[in-house]
């Protein structure tokens, strides 16, 4: 009797993963009798995170045909599914192919039981079968060109499955079994994004109420994804506002503060000559901060002006005293570099006068959102976030984090507003405006006293979780996003059509983008550099202007490809292993020196030998 393909994976796990608990569903109590463990384990990884795997069998059909179908149903697998995302764990689905290999006559270049097949994918809505036949035949057109085949990703664009994307995971290799691809893939790779996904670019006609409210996309550099959120934010129309996250950003930024603003009494009045006096006193060493206070105090204080000798510039390391506008002291004193928050915002060159500070509080993005998307509740609003994790999220997000957990797009858990929140909202917000906070309305006062987010307001952003000096995000704020996931490969479609210099003019030769760009990430995917996808180069690595440019600024494109890829290369993605990657290279491993053998010798930088050149339009 045939095995199933769950039977097939479980044997392999328990032969040579011992590492892995499969038995909890059996033996720890909280998961006794949650799931049918028929074709569904929980498993315990050595760190001691559990996760679910469910298991999908293949059956095939049409076999007198030359492509018969290759099939699983994954309505079967939606409990287990519905179980980790309603827990928050990660969710692995798994098939491998269980039957004679005569009952696959279109795979001719690799063995289709060496191959364990992860599917990844959002499969809220699946009910049906799936046919698999064409990811089947995506890997073997992907071996016949000779390419690195341990780990193979089959990404949205190269099958015609009605699924998302798979993987294909080799275990063996001339009948001996490869458990490490595996290992890496259950312990590393992060299939969250797959539970809460949108799979496809939806048209602007198509959207919906039904949109995702706290939505990000991810992939590695080059992916398009900037471009993707630019292009659904369309249905926005003016109603977007976009904010760049960097590692200084903070909540006084993003949500907003009281900074000081200078008031309307500059000092006009004086005459240039006294306008220079004043500085001659603050500028003058011999005397003390308080002499300097004192005779600037007496200057100003008919004026009324009696902290504009502080904001006018005093700030030492000495200790002085202010005094009230009758002349009397204050008790209070002023040390160590007193004033120097407010220097950048004073201007005492002669002829423009010094100006007196007041605060107010000046919103950030968020609050600008938020009050434009409930005073016009009919109308749809998008903050968008570029580069969400190169900031601390969790301290530029602070309170409002509460805000995120939402249901039907309305936060579920409010929090109360600050005093300077709501002074904001007073002035701002339509309905409260002009009024007496007793004439409020019970509406009105819940707008007052404390922050939800309104179903008409949208949050999405960006993130490269490989690139430099990022910051972590936590569980808790991960599962409050949906999270989308563009492949390497996803938009390659887009610059198939792109030819590109390489190497200097004596050795000059054309090729196209997508086919170098493709020979870089087989060799960083390789067992030689084990770079993970999301280190890989996106099509759009290269700017489409850039590109577009090419043949016409050619040595420009050249120093580009150097400013941009080697360089990446070079300080990012092989920063520890540099010879792996640069196999053509013989000379000291330093930038400078990697450049002029890229000019030289072109691909043959990398160790490419065999790729196609193309002839330069109106080249002899």
Same mark, same amino acid.
């Given at each position: 009797m045939a095995m199933t393909s769950t039977k097939i994976i479980r044997d392999f796990i328990d032969a040579n993963i011992k590492e892995f608990d499969r038995t909890l569903l059996d033996t720890k109590s909280e998961y006794i009798g949650k799931l049918d463990n028929k074709n569904?384990?929980?498993?315990?990884?050595?760190?001691?995170?559990?996760?679910?795997v469910g298991y999908v069998d293949i059956s095939i059909t049409g076999t007198d045909r030359s492509k018969p179908q290759i099939r699983v149903f994954m309505d079967k697998t939606r409990e287990a599914y519905q179980y980790a995302k309603d827990n928050q764990k990660r969710f692995f689905l798994l098939t491998i192919f269980s039957k004679e290999n005569a009952m696959a006559k279109n795979i001719v270049n690799y063995d289709p039981h060496d191959y364990i097949l992860a599917i990844e994918t959002n499969i809220d809505n699946e009910t049906s079968r799936r046919d698999l036949r064409s990811m089947f035949d995506y890997l073997d057109s992907y071996i016949a060109k000779g390419k690195e085949s341990n780990f193979v990703r089959c990404a949205n664009g190269c099958h015609q499955s009605g699924i998302y994307q798979a993987a294909f995971i080799k275990i063996r290799e001339n009948g001996v079994d490869k458990p490490d691809t595996l290992i890496n893939y259950i312990t590393y790779f992060d299939s969250r994004p797959y539970m809460n996904s949108i799979t496809d670019v939806v048209s602007v006609e198509q959207k919906t109420e039904d949109d995702v409210y706290n939505r990000i996309v991810f992939g590695a550099p080059g992916t398009g994804k900037s471009h993707r959120l630019e292009l659904d934010s369309k249905c926005f129309g003016n109603n977007v506002e976009r904010v760049t996250f960097h590692p200084s950003y903070s909540y006084a930024n993003f949500v907003g503060t009281y900074k000081p603003t200078m008031t309307r009494n500059d000092l006009d009045w004086l005459t240039d000559d006294e306008k220079k =006096?004043?500085?001659?006193?603050?500028? $003058? =060493?011999? =005397?003390?901060?308080?002499?300097?206070?004192?005779?600037?105090?007496?200057?100003? =204080?008919?004026?009324?002006?009696?902290?504009?000798?502080?904001?006018?510039?005093?700030?030492t390391d000495e200790?002085?005293?202010?005094?009230?506008?009758?002349?009397? $002291?204050?008790?209070?004193?002023v040390e160590r570099n007193h004033g120097k928050a407010i220097r950048p915002y004073l201007n005492l060159q002669p002829g423009n006068g010094g100006k007196e500070i007041s605060y107010e509080y000046v919103p950030g993005p968020f609050m600008r959102i938020y009050t434009q998307a409930i005073n016009h509740p009919e109308e749809k609003y998008l903050l968008l976030i570029e580069e969400i994790n190169r900031a601390n999220v969790a301290a530029v997000f602070g309170d409002v984090f509460q805000l995120l957990d939402r249901k039907s797009g309305v936060s579920e858990y409010p929090i109360a507003t600050s005093e300077d929140i709501k002074a904001f909202l007073m002035n701002n917000l339509e309905c409260l405006k002009g009024k007496r906070i007793d004439e409020f309305s019970d509406e009105e006062s819940r707008l007052y006293q404390e922050m939800r987010i309104p179903n008409n307001m949208f949050i999405w952003a960006t993130m490269n979780s490989a690139d430099q000096g990022v910051f972590p995000m936590d569980t808790a704020f991960k599962r409050r996003w949906e999270f989308e996931y563009i492949g390497v490969d996803d938009e390659a479609k887009e610059v198939e059509k792109y030819i590109i210099p390489i190497g200097d003019e004596e050795h000059r030769k054309y090729v196209k983008w997508d086919d170098l760009r493709e020979r870089i990430n087989d060799i960083l995917s390789s067992d030689d550099c084990k770079v993970n996808e999301d280190k890989l180069l996106g099509p759009f690595f290269i700017s489409k202007s850039m590109l577009e440019s090419a043949s016409e600024k050619e040595a420009r494109f050249i120093k580009a490809f150097e400013s941009k890829v080697i360089m990446y290369l070079f300080e990012d993605a092989m920063k520890m292993r540099p010879a792996n990657i640069f196999k053509g290279h013989k000379g000291k491993m330093i930038f400078s020196e990697i450049c002029k053998t890229f000019e030289e010798k072109g691909e043959g930088l990398f160790g490419i030998s065999d790729i196609e050149y193309i002839e330069k339009e109106g080249q002899e």
């Open positions: 569904t384990d929980i498993v315990a990884l050595p760190s001691g995170e559990e996760v679910v =006096k004043v500085i001659a006193i603050l500028q $003058d =060493k011999s =005397k003390t901060a308080q002499e300097k206070y004192d005779l600037l105090y007496d200057k100003f =204080k008919g004026e009324g002006l009696t902290r504009l000798p502080i904001l006018l510039g005093i700030y200790v002085f005293k202010t005094k009230k506008v009758d002349g009397t $002291d204050t008790n209070n004193t």
